[in-house]
């Protein structure tokens, strides 16, 4: 592509080991205080009183929902196949149409 845009261009994108700006003030206030994150919402939900400030319900709560996904992530959505005839025979009609030709079967006799 003429002009230079797209593909790889040596020097382009973020350096290795980068902290991006979020993180690194996170990470100073987290060193002031001794507290990550997860940890100051779990004094919050708990209702410890901190600087002086006695947490409502509502911020418990509040609390709660945010620190959740600390410690259970959400369950991600799987598709599931389910066949409500239960008809073995009609699957397996169903897959002889859709293989065709491609199948072979073997006669035994019967007896």
């Known amino acids: 592509m003429s002009g230079g845009h797209g593909g790889r261009?040596?020097?382009?994108?973020r350096r290795t080991g980068t902290v991006n700006r979020l993180s690194q003030e996170a990470r100073?206030?987290?060193a002031k205080t001794?507290?990550?994150p997860h940890e100051f919402l779990l004094q919050v939900m708990r209702g410890d009183r901190?600087?002086?400030?006695?947490?409502?319900?509502a911020e418990r709560m509040d609390?709660?929902?945010a620190a959740a996904p600390y410690y259970a992530p959400r369950l991600a959505a799987v598709a599931a196949n389910v066949n409500p005839t239960n008809d073995p025979i009609r699957d397996l009609l169903d897959e002889v149409a859709r293989r065709g030709s491609k199948l072979?079967?073997?006669?035994?006799p019967v007896g």
């Open 34 to 36: 001794g507290d990550l």
């Open 63 to 65: 609390a709660a929902k």
């Open 9 to 13: 261009r040596s020097g382009a994108g």
């Open 104 to 108: 072979t079967f073997k006669h035994r």
């Open 50 to 57: 901190i600087a002086g400030h006695k947490p409502t319900f």
């Open 28 to 30: 100073e206030e987290a």
